[in-house]
């Protein structure tokens, strides 16, 4: 039920975006619950995108879990 | 995504949580992520470190009630439309599911969402009832769609629930010993961090809101796990991606505007307080269950007993393993589930039987 899966947004049409979930299948969803342009990712889930996905975030996690696994006992509290 | 799925950090993970050596028990809430941790066998990953990971009030279609089910099944066959979600129509009521009685002729559609319903009520001009299960990330959808004036024709069984009530619940009932909470990815978009500071103060239980690739569990695990061990209890995102502190402020306005909590009784709980989301009066007209209340009157004084022998309410308050219940993969099968476990793909019976195996 909460399962959400991201999807590339490829037209937006007033509430509803044609949306890409990466294995060329498109499908309409609704997008009044965010805030989002041609081109980005949104989570999909039961047919309204309920986030935009947030690329520099999704980038920082990554950086911060590298810098975390080559050092020694370090939380990733105090960075995040 | 892919690199969420890297298995050279995955690796390293393991070997830290080694490190930090602690006998502990972590409880999540979310049927995603119990999927995560058995399809990649992290469960076992855990257990080499010494963490026991155990699934809780995490699955929507399981802790709707059986009451709310025999409300479904009963206004389908008075000749309502009855449209929902696909686990919901498999979860047996009394005698059958919803998806029995389209072979007693009843008009029962599965939809992919809410608009779908709207769709079906404006093309046939029938009374069709949406049965509306679902956690904060649902909600919003149906929120938006009674905001937007449906036809008349179609009105919702509300079955909506709040997360957060349930977790202050399940620490009040303290019949399971707990250290930390792996909090939902896809609820947490929705409602933000603030709601669980709360339950880290009024219970110093560390919580760590995590999403779903199998790196986002394995580094929500080690968060929780440095917080246990240096005696902390915070709330931390390991999906900022997707989680912002304040939340989807849009969708928490839409549903401020429609719902109001209200005491619930959720399958394997007792009444739990302020955890129902009551459509506000406004709404009235929309609420299947003061439109067609004469049809619902047969319900009033029953009871619901759970099948025979059937352990999902222990297994929603993470009690005991889908393992322990002797009907597991015996009796109780996805193919002929007996409980809403087994049904629901986000349920704990129906992912262990799917990865990992046969009965105990």
């Known amino acids: ?80 | 995504m892919f690199r969420y799925r890297d298995s050279e950090v995955a690796k390293k993970i393991v070997e830290k949580l080694k490190g930090i050596d602690l006998k502990i028990r972590i409880m999540h809430v979310c049927g995603t992520h119990q999927d995560t941790i058995v399809r990649f066998g992290l469960d076992s990953l855990f257990k080499q470190s010494g963490i026991e990971v155990r699934q809780g009030p995490g699955c929507p279609v399981c802790v709707t009630t059986t009451r709310e089910y025999e409300e479904a099944i009963t206004m389908a066959k008075k000749g309502n439309v009855l449209a929902t979600f696909g686990d919901a129509v498999r979860v047996p009521g009394r005698a059958s599911s919803l998806l029995d009685l389209r072979a007693e002729g009843c008009d029962v559609r599965i939809v992919y969402s809410i608009e779908d319903a709207v769709n079906l009520a404006k093309k046939t001009g029938k009374n069709v009832i949406f049965l509306a299960v679902g956690f904060e990330t649902t909600a919003p959808s149906t929120a938006v769609t009674l905001l937007r004036d449906p036809p008349e024709n179609f009105t919702v069984l509300n079955c909506h629930r709040y997360v957060p009530p349930v977790l202050h619940a399940l620490l009040e009932m303290g019949d399971l010993a707990i250290q930390g909470l792996l909090e939902p990815g896809h609820v947490s978009t929705i409602i933000g961090l603030r709601p669980y500071q709360m339950l880290s103060e009024k219970y110093h239980i560390p919580q760590v809101i995590a999403g779903f690739e199998p790196l986002d569990v394995l580094m929500g695990i080690y968060m929780l796990a440095q917080q246990i061990k240096k005696g902390e209890a915070k709330v931390e995102n390991e999906y900022r991606r997707s989680v912002k502190p304040e939340g989807n402020v849009k969708a928490l306005a839409v549903l401020e505007k429609v719902f109001e909590p209200v005491d619930l009784a959720w399958r394997g709980f007792p009444v739990v307080k302020a955890s129902g989301m009551k459509l506000k009066n406004k709404f009235q007209n929309y609420d299947a269950r003061k439109r067609f209340e004469d049809q619902l009157k047969e319900l009033e004084n029953m009871d619901f007993p759970e099948p025979k022998g059937c352990r999902c309410n222990e297994i929603l308050r993470g009690l005991v393993n889908p393992q322990d219940c002797q009907l597991f993969a015996r009796a109780c099968t996805p193919s002929h589930p007996l409980g809403p476990c087994m049904v629901s793909i986000e349920g704990a019976c129906q992912i262990e039987y799917k990865y990992g195996g046969g009965p105990r």
């Open chain 1, 1 to 80: 039920m909460c399962l959400a899966v991201p999807a590339k947004v490829k037209e937006i049409k007033g509430d509803i975006a044609k949306v890409d979930f990466g294995d060329g299948v498109t499908r309409d969803v609704n997008i009044s619950l965010v805030d989002v342009a041609e081109g980005e990712y949104v989570i999909v889930h039961a047919g309204f995108a309920i986030q935009v996905l947030d690329k520099e975030e999704a980038e920082k996690t990554l950086k911060l879990w590298e810098e975390l696994l080559s050092t020694a006992e370090t939380s990733p509290s105090g960075k995040y």
